[in-house]
């Protein structure tokens, strides 16, 4: 089992930012994909980013591409979000998922892949 908590969410203005943190417990080494994804009131829930987790490899969906940057701290087995010049078309309950296949690639943007998830935390970005 793997465990997911995140933090970090908050109020923010238009322009400002904000880092979430996704802290992973438990059997850490099935680990193969950790995401980030978010559901705005109304909506269907959106993949953000993506990375390996025991590499470098990243990808974004084009709606945060240039803006957000996901991050590992293998040491203290946390993934990170950092979001800069957020938009109010960013509020959203952020969610970070883990996946345990090892095939295939990183482009893991239905949630359905995903084997493990956190709580979520709320994001509000007014304008």
């Known amino acids: 089992q793997v465990q997911l908590v995140e933090s970090g969410g908050g109020l923010v203005q238009a322009g400002d930012s904000l880092s979430l943190s996704c802290a992973v417990s438990?059997?850490?080494?099935?680990?193969?994909?950790m995401g980030w994804f978010r559901q705005a009131p109304g909506k269907e829930r959106e993949f953000v980013a993506a990375m390996r987790w025991s590499g470098s490899t990243t990808y974004y969906a084009e709606s945060v591409k240039g803006r957000f940057a996901i991050s590992r701290d293998n040491a203290r087995n946390t993934v990170y979000l950092q979001m800069n010049s957020l938009k109010p078309e960013d509020t959203a309950v952020y969610y970070c998922?883990?996946?345990?296949?090892?095939?295939?690639?990183?482009?893991?943007?239905?949630?359905?892949?995903?084997?493990?998830w956190g709580q979520g935390t709320q994001v509000t970005v007014s304008s």
């Open positions: 998922a883990a996946d345990r296949d090892p095939s295939g690639s990183i482009r893991r943007v239905n949630g359905l892949q995903y084997d493990y």
């Open positions: 438990g059997r850490t080494a099935s680990i193969y994909v």
